[in-house]
């Protein structure tokens, strides 16, 4: 969440950098002002009571034990407590109120983004070119479907629309994918983690996506029990919560974790002519990167998540461009963020396979995660996290940018380890 103490000071500043995330949110800036007032001079208040509260109760045993009459101390014990009580209540419902209102705040976009939404956001560099074929290509719905790569069909008999099944093939390359992905990361020194797949709400709010976004997650209810529990919608979730309410050292930092999880979406499996096939659907295999550093590298290490992301692209041969995102198409919780967008030749545009954000310290200060210093002091941490990669994106480019003209799809030599050394798809 946003720090308090820069919301009373920049109060101005504020409000346009949330403008800059296409929000009018001015009022309710104020209200939580407001709030946070009343909030800091009621608890004042009531902290002096229970400092008087106690002085006398430390008091009275002595009084009684010298004979003094405690009648009139006694009396005005019975009323404070009486006033405790109920200014608990009260601050209790003020507290709840503003911490409603700075959950409504989103992560201030840096300074160097553009205002507005993705007709602002500016291609930064673009790898290889996009393929040209001497044949009439095809898309890759049809390449998958010929070679038995998915079986759209019977996914969506089973698991409703917006569901594939990966056979033969399509299997050991959806594999294939996952495991590049992941011995590339272990080589670059991250840790991988096998996190679980149901979540408690917490996770969802130190990630940033709860309050604002519960209702495009799946949920799961014990019917045994009050016990609620979602499905993650990508494995940052999880990762960025393995230190909540821990204080690290400087030394430990940077922590790199990288996690594989199939990701649970609601929103997804939108029938668009753009999004068929496997481009969107309701649940898809990734890679995930989270960092944890110290703020003065949180700049650095947002380059090396990019950096990583375009590399496994590279390494695969396929064609993709960056680009850098303007202020209301960075999500809720991030202040910055590149897209690596791989080339669909039959749909002649860019899709996102890899999102690499930097949340800054807004999902630290929402986890209590902090770091102490080489002089002792402490601070928050810097949280980032990158796609390294989505595979439901990744496959399609791959059938369709290295598809032959009779059919086949060669397999990127990044990939021949992992399926036996196969340099060829072609029909069984």
């Known amino acids: ?8 000071t920049e109060t101005a500043y504020v409000k346009a950098a949330v403008r800059k995330k296409g929000l009018d949110l001015d009022d309710t ?47 005005r014990m019975k009323t404070l407590a009486a006033e405790i009580k109920q200014d608990d209540a009260r601050l209790a419902e003020i507290e709840e109120e503003y911490q409603q209102l700075l959950c409504c705040l989103p992560n201030l976009p840096d300074d160097d983004l553009e205002a507005g939404g993705k007709e602002n956001n500016k ?3 673009f790898f290889g070119e996009q393929p040209v074929f001497d044949f009439q290509p095809k898309n890759h719905v049809e390449l998958c479907e010929s070679l038995g790569l998915i079986d759209y069909e ?15 093939m399509g299997a050991r390359l959806e594999w294939a994918l996952l495991n590049y992905f992941i011995t590339e990361h272990i080589n670059d020194g991250y840790e991988l983690i096998l ?3 149901m979540l408690g709400y917490t996770c969802g709010y130190v990630a940033g996506q709860f309050p604002k976004f519960t209702d495009e997650v799946y949920w799961i209810a014990n ?73 003065d590298q949180s700049d650095k290490a947002f380059e090396e998540l990019v950096g990583k992301a375009e590399r496994l692209l590279q390494k695969l041969g396929l064609h993709y461009r960056l680009s850098k995102l303007a202020a209301a198409d960075c999500s809720f919780s991030m202040a910055r963020t590149y897209d690596v967008e791989v080339w669909i030749p039959s749909m002649g545009i860019y899709k996102e396979v890899s999102s690499a954000s930097n949340a800054r310290d807004y999902q630290a200060r929402r986890g209590n995660i902090k770091m102490r210093g080489a002089d002792g002091k402490l601070q928050l941490v810097h949280t980032l996290n990158a796609s390294g990669l989505a595979t439901s994106r990744v496959l399609p480019a791959i059938v369709e940018q290295f598809q032959n003209a009779d059919g086949s799809v060669t397999v990127p030599e990044a990939l021949r380890p992992f399926m036996g050394g196969v340099e060829k798809i072609t029909k069984a």
């Open 1 to 8: 969440m946003v720090d308090i103490k820069l919301i009373r």
């Open 123 to 125: 291609p930064v560099r």
């Open 195 to 197: 996190p679980p797949h």
């Open 223 to 295: 019917p045994t029990s009050n016990d609620k529990r979602f499905l993650l919608p990508t494995a940052e979730t999880a990762l960025v919560n393995l230190h909540r309410n821990e204080i690290l050292s400087a030394d430990e930092l940077p922590k790199k974790y990288i996690a594989y999880t199939p990701c649970y979406r609601r929103e997804a499996g939108s029938y668009r002519s753009e999004e068929r096939g496997m481009i969107r659907g309701h649940q898809f295999n990734k890679v995930e990167m989270v960092q944890y550093t110290a703020p």
């Open 154 to 168: 019977r996914g969506a008999k089973i698991a409703g629309n917006g569901s594939w099944i990966y056979r033969g």
């Open 29 to 75: 800036i104020d209200r939580l002002l407001q709030v946070d007032t009343e909030r800091r001079a009621f608890g004042s208040a009531l902290d002096a009571k229970k400092a008087e509260q106690n002085a006398v109760s430390k008091k009275l045993p002595v009084l009684r034990k010298n004979g003094e009459d405690v009648t009139d101390l006694m009396a």
